[in-house]
């Protein structure tokens, strides 16, 4: 019998910075949320900040995006784009040959 590896699974990296978006420190997320219609596969999802607390924990004001599902990203680079705070970041994982960096993109570096 012989045995065959099964390819690894690669996942893209997307990271938020919660200086610039969410967390009651940055742009409230509720009121801009572009990344959240912009994103055809639904990676992000918007939630309170779990174990902040709050003046009154019924009505929340901290808030952020989180990309839950990234292996659902097609790498498109939209969500970096429309960021008005630039507090998106995404990177294929280096070793699965998937499109260059949609940070670059979105800058204008290369591709």
Request: charged share 25%; aromatic share 6%; with cysteine.
């Amino acid at each position: 019998m012989r045995w065959v590896r099964a390819p690894l699974f690669r996942r893209t990296r997307i990271t938020i910075d919660y200086k610039r978006c969410g967390d009651g420190v940055g742009i409230d997320p509720r009121e801009c949320a572009l990344c959240l219609r912009t994103c055809e596969p639904a990676v992000f999802l918007l939630h309170q900040t779990l174990g902040v607390k709050e003046e009154d924990p019924r009505d929340p004001k901290k808030w952020r995006v989180t990309a839950l599902w990234p292996s659902l990203c097609t790498g498109c680079g939209e969500c970096v784009a429309v960021c008005p705070q630039k507090a998106i970041s995404v990177r294929p994982h280096p070793a699965s040959g998937g499109p260059k960096s949609a940070t670059a993109r979105a800058e204008g570096g290369p591709t």
